[in-house]
């Protein structure tokens, strides 16, 4: 095989390794950025999870309030009263986390 041709080839396969290097490099940048997008997507699915539990916590106390309280005045104060305990439980809970 003459050398031209050998260095023709040989070119060849250089610039095809270029570019499978070059494909290489944009799809690992794309594999990065969309794990970080699964892991933004993870984080707001736990809030919003923790907030659907919040949301629930504060509905059933509403109802147990209800339950307890006969008149409206006793059943306001002890909800308040609830909620209040329910955000420093949330505030401990937050603390333990980190």
């Known amino acids: 095989m003459p050398k031209e041709k050998q260095l023709q080839q040989l070119q060849s396969i250089e ?16 594999l990065l950025a969309a794990q970080e997008e699964i892991k933004f997507i993870e984080a707001l699915l736990e809030e919003k999870e923790q907030q ?7 509905e059933n106390i509403v109802k147990i309030v209800d339950t307890i309280a006969g008149n409206t005045a006793n059943s306001t104060e002890l909800k ?19």
């Open 52 to 58: 659907i539990k919040n949301f629930q916590n504060q």
């Open 80 to 98: 308040l009263k609830l909620n209040e305990y329910i955000r420093e439980i949330d505030k401990c809970i937050a603390y333990l986390r980190d």
């Open 15 to 30: 610039d095809k390794v270029r570019k499978l290097l070059s494909k290489h490099a944009d799809v690992q940048q794309r």
